[in-house]
């Protein structure tokens, strides 16, 4: 099973990215997937969350309103539409999976490097 995230890169405050993770070896069929990011000497943080079935979502305060998590099932692929971004939205965002509400995200992506220039 693999996660690949991907979309990151360098962008301007007030820009939009967007992130793509790719699931393979596996059908998509996981309680819910996520977005953590980390930046630079701080630890890993949740950023959104959304469940396969039903689509229902999950955001930290401070970011609804600017990002949107989503997921296509046929293309087993989930997504974070990053807009209105500021320079603390620099870091390494990374995907990641879990199989039930009770577990931890126990599968993750390698990450993908977010950085947003002032």
């Known amino acids: 099973v693999q996660l690949q995230a991907s979309g990151g890169g360098l962008v301007q405050a007030g820009g939009s990215l967007r992130l793509s993770c790719v699931t393979s070896?596996?059908?998509?069929?996981?309680?819910?997937m996520a977005w953590f990011r980390q930046a630079p000497g701080k630890e890993r943080e949740f950023v959104a969350a959304?469940?396969?079935?039903?689509?229902?979502?999950n955001y930290v305060d401070s970011m609804k309103g600017r990002f949107t998590i989503s997921a296509a099932m046929a293309k087993s692929t989930l997504y974070l539409q990053m807009s209105s971004l500021k320079p603390e939205d620099t870091a390494i965002y990374y995907c990641?999976?879990?199989?039930?509400?009770?577990?931890?995200?126990?599968?993750w992506g390698r990450g993908t490097l977010v950085t947003v220039s002032s």
């Open positions: 990641a999976a879990r199989d039930g509400p009770a577990t931890t995200y126990t599968i």
């Open positions: 070896g596996r059908t998509f069929s996981y309680y819910d």
């Open positions: 959304i469940m396969l079935d039903g689509g229902r979502t």
